[in-house]
């Protein structure tokens, strides 16, 4: 089982710009996450899916879009970069309470 | 509302000392799930522990063990013997859900350096 993974793992991007993160996962979870690290903060949620078709807003949505088409794939749309969006991003899928995180992708807006 | 406050922002310590690392929680719920995550300089999220709100009884994995105490809604994580390779930011988090953890609520982090 490759996990969980993402891609890109770095981005830079200019204000304005959209793109997505991928994120996938071969376990078959049926839940998925995205957060964002930004120093000193932890880690937030930003928004997360029960299963496909179903997503849903975590701690801090605004400027993220998601949809969840299949069980494997989750990904995280910007549609309009802000600097403040700088920052790394973590995709997670749980099973019975433990969280299983890709590997990060790190986001520069300028 | 769910909370996490890891109060120590940074610490350091010279190899072979224990180190504690605190965790304080607030929530609601009589049913919640408490975590430790490492973050090593290479930026992934290594899983340590999940205890569940019914089990107060405390957890010992080798060097490592946590202290879990409902009374003073604490899941402190002490290292003994600390090794160079320690060195991480340690991450607590709550989970109020019982099936998923989609609510996950992560605490500042710990950054713990040990020195040689």
């Known amino acids: 089982n490759a996990g969980v993974t993402q891609t890109p793992k770095f981005q830079v991007l200019k204000t304005g710009q959209s793109m997505t993160l991928q994120c996938a996962q071969d376990m078959n979870h049926e839940y998925m996450s995205w957060y964002r690290q930004d120093p000193g903060m932890g880690l937030r949620l930003i928004h997360y899916?029960?299963?496909?078709?179903?997503?849903d807003q975590g701690e801090v949505p605004n400027g993220y879009n998601v949809s969840r088409s299949t069980t494997e794939d989750f990904p995280l749309r910007l549609l309009s970069a802000a600097p403040s969006q700088t920052s790394v991003y973590f995709c997670a899928s749980s099973l019975a309470n433990e969280q299983f995180f890709g590997p990060g992708t790190r986001l520069t807006v300028l | 509302a769910q909370k996490v406050t890891q109060a120590q922002t940074e610490i350091s310590v010279v190899e072979k000392e224990d180190v504690t690392l605190d965790c304080v929680y607030e929530?609601?719920?009589?049913?919640?799930?408490l975590f430790w995550y490492k973050q090593p300089p290479s930026g992934e999220l290594v899983f340590l522990i999940r205890r569940n709100s019914f089990d107060e009884q405390n957890e010992i994995s080798g060097r490592y063990s946590w202290n879990f105490q409902k009374s003073t809604s604490s899941f402190n994580f002490t290292i003994t013997a600390s090794q160079v390779v320690d060195s991480a930011v340690y991450f607590c988090?709550?989970?109020?859900?019982?099936?998923?953890?989609?609510?996950?609520?992560f605490g500042a982090g710990t950054r713990l350096t040990v020195k040689p």
């Open positions: 929530t609601r719920d009589t049913t919640y799930y």
């Open positions: 899916s029960v299963g496909a078709g179903i997503t």
């Open positions: 988090a709550l989970s109020e859900a019982l099936y998923n953890n989609n609510d996950m609520r």
